[in-house]
C-alpha cells in the first residue's frame, strides 16, 4: 500500500493509470498475491484506486497535497461553549489538554476492554449485524437497576432505557419536554455543552449561581418564579466546572422548589463512580416522580464506546423510545451495549475504580499546589473527580491566557465558556489528569507573566492619560 500511495504521490502513477498486475506486483515487492489482493482492496476502499472487472485495477484520483494550515490549532473564532470541545476533540496528539473533558487513555480499564472484545468476537451475529431493541439489552439493564438499588434509588428495568451516549440521552428528554422559547435553568457554572444542546433546541437559557453547596436556592426559587422554566438540569455529585457537591439541605429545598413550580429536574451523574462515598442524589430523593437521572460510561470506562442510559417514570421511558426509534431507529448499539455490560461484569471493574479514586486523589492535591505557586487558587478542593475550578492572579482574563497557551499547545478551558452570566472571566477549569506533562506550567507561568505585563502597561498608559 505504501509503495502504491508513493508512485501516486511521485506522478509516477497519474489519474486513470493502471497499475501493475497482482502476479507481477507480487513479485516485484517479494510477497504473497492475495497479500497484493488485500492491499488493492484496501486501496479501494480508501478511494485512491478503483476497480475495474475483468480489467484490473486503475489509479481514480490524485492525493492532494498536505496542507498544514488546516492542522493547527483554531484560534480566530470566539471562545464559544462550542470552543473547547472542538478543540479537544480535534487537537494533535503533540497538544497538551489540560482542558478537556475526560480521562487519558492510559488511565482507562484498557485490558479489561480487550477482554470484552475477544467475548464480543464469540457472540451471535446478531449482535454484530442487527439494529438494537428500543430498550436496550436487558441484562444491562437489570445491572443498572440493580447499582441503582445500592444507592437507595428504587428503578426496574422497564424504568431504564439504554442510549447511544449521555448527550443523546438530554437530547431526547430536550425533545420530549422544551419547546422552543421555553425557559430552561441551568447552574451558573455549567457543564458547556448542557448550553449547547439547550441553544440547539432554541430553549431560553437562565442560569443560577453555584455555591459549594449547590445551587442558591434563592436565586433559584427566584428564577422559577420569574421564568417558569420547563427544566432544570445539573450535576449532583462532582460537579462540573466546579467539583462541588451537593448538600442534604440543598436538595430537599431544590425539590420543593421544583414541585411548587411544576418544573421537571435533569440530573446528570456521569461522575458518580468517582466519588469516595455516595453523596445525595436528586433521583433517589424524588423516586423518579419529578426528577430524570442520565448518565453513561465515557468518563470510566471508556468514551469510545457510546452508551448512556436514561432512568425514569414508566410513561416518559415510553415517550423516549419512540423519539429515540424516530431520531436514530433502533435502540442503542448492540455491540456498545454488550462491551459495556462485559466490562461491568468484569471483576477487575470495581478494582479499577478503587485505584483510580486513589490516583486522582494524589493529582489533585499535587496539582492544587503546583498552581498555587502559579497564583492559580482552587475555588474549593472537591471530595472527588478530576476537575478543579480555580481563580487566576489578579482577575487575569482566562480567555485571553486561553488563547495565547492555545499557541504554545496547550489547551486550557477558561471560565466563561461554562458561564451563562459571562461573569467567571477570571476562572479556569483544569483537569488534573492531563496535568503531568510538566510544560503546562511553564506555559502557564509564561503566559501569565506575560499578561501581567501587558496588564501593567495599559494601566501606565490610563496613568499618563489621565496625568
Not at 508513493?6 to 497499475?19: K, N, Q, Y
Not at 478503483?50 to 497535497?65: D, Q
Not at 436487558?138 to 451516549?165: C, H, K, N, V, Y
Not at 428528554?173 to 432554541?202: E, K, M, T, W
Request: charged share 20%.
Amino acid at each position: 500500500m505504501a509503495a502504491i500511495r508513493a508512485r501516486v504521490a511521485s506522478r509516477a502513477l497519474a489519474s486513470g493509470d493502471r497499475l501493475p498486475s497482482i502476479r507481477t506486483f507480487a513479485a516485484v515487492m517479494d510477497v504473497s498475491p492475495s497479500t497484493v489482493v488485500e492491499a488493492y482492496d484496501r486501496l479501494a476502499a480508501e478511494g485512491l484506486i478503483r476497480a475495474r472487472p475483468g480489467s484490473g485495477f486503475y489509479v481514480s484520483t490524485i492525493a492532494p497535497p498536505l496542507t498544514l494550515a488546516e492542522t493547527g490549532p483554531k484560534l480566530d473564532r470566539a471562545l464559544d461553549p462550542f470552543w473547547v470541545s472542538r478543540q479537544s476533540l480535534d487537537a494533535d496528539p503533540a497538544v497538551a489538554k489540560p482542558g478537556c473533558g475526560w480521562l487519558p487513555a492510559d488511565w482507562m480499564p484498557n485490558d479489561a476492554l480487550r477482554r470484552a472484545v475477544r467475548r464480543l468476537a464469540r457472540a451471535d451475529d446478531a449482535v454484530l449485524a442487527d439494529y438494537g431493541a428500543t430498550r436496550g439489552p436487558l441484562a444491562l439493564r437489570r445491572l443498572l437497576s440493580r447499582r441503582f438499588a445500592g444507592e437507595g434509588l428504587e428503578a426496574g428495568p422497564d424504568q431504564i432505557l439504554l442510549t447511544g451516549s449521555g448527550t443523546q440521552a438530554i437530547d431526547l428528554i430536550c425533545r420530549f419536554l422544551v419547546r422552543p422559547g421555553d425557559a430552561v435553568l441551568v447552574d451558573d457554572p455549567s457543564y458547556f455543552n448542557f448550553q449547547a444542546l439547550l441553544r440547539a433546541h432554541q430553549a431560553t437559557i437562565v442560569g443560577v449561581p453555584y455555591t459549594p453547596a449547590g445551587p442558591d436556592v434563592e436565586r433559584f426559587v427566584e428564577a422559577a418564579t420569574v421564568h417558569r422554566p420547563r427544566l432544570y438540569i445539573t450535576n449532583s455529585a462532582l460537579h462540573n466546572p466546579t467539583g462541588a457537591t451537593l448538600s442534604p439541605q440543598t436538595a430537599h429545598r431544590l425539590l420543593n422548589a421544583a414541585a411548587a413550580h411544576d418544573m421537571t429536574i435533569v440530573e446528570d451523574d456521569i461522575f458518580a463512580d468517582f466519588e469516595p462515598e455516595p453523596s445525595p442524589r436528586l433521583a433517589a430523593l424524588d423516586g423518579l416522580s419529578r426528577v430524570i437521572r442520565i448518565g453513561s460510561f465515557s468518563k470510566t470506562l471508556s468514551a469510545s464506546i457510546r452508551c448512556g442510559y436514561i432512568a425514569a417514570r414508566p410513561d416518559w421511558i415510553e415517550a423516549l423510545i419512540d423519539l429515540q426509534v424516530a431520531t436514530s431507529f433502533g435502540g442503542v448499539s448492540p455491540v456498545a451495549a454488550e462491551l459495556v455490560l462485559a466490562a461491568l461484569s468484569d471483576g477487575s471493574y470495581r478494582k479499577h475504580l478503587e485505584a483510580l479514586r486513589r490516583r486522582l486523589a494524589r493529582a489533585r492535591r499535587d496539582t492544587a499546589a503546583s498552581l498555587r505557586m502559579l497564583g492559580i487558587s482552587p475555588w474549593l478542593l472537591p471530595r472527588g473527580g478530576f476537575y478543579l475550578w480555580c481563580g487566576l492572579p489578579d482577575g487575569r482574563d482566562a480567555a485571553a491566557v486561553a488563547r495565547a497557551a492555545l499557541r504554545e499547545n496547550v489547551l486550557l478551558a477558561p471560565g466563561d465558556v461554562f458561564s451563562v452570566s459571562q461573569t467567571a472571566t477570571g476562572f479556569m477549569r483544569f483537569n488534573v489528569a492531563q496535568m503531568s506533562d510538566a510544560r503546562i506550567f511553564a506555559v502557564l507561568e509564561r503566559v501569565l507573566r506575560a499578561s501581567e505585563r501587558e496588564a501593567s502597561a495599559q494601566a501606565g498608559g490610563s496613568l499618563r492619560a489621565a496625568r
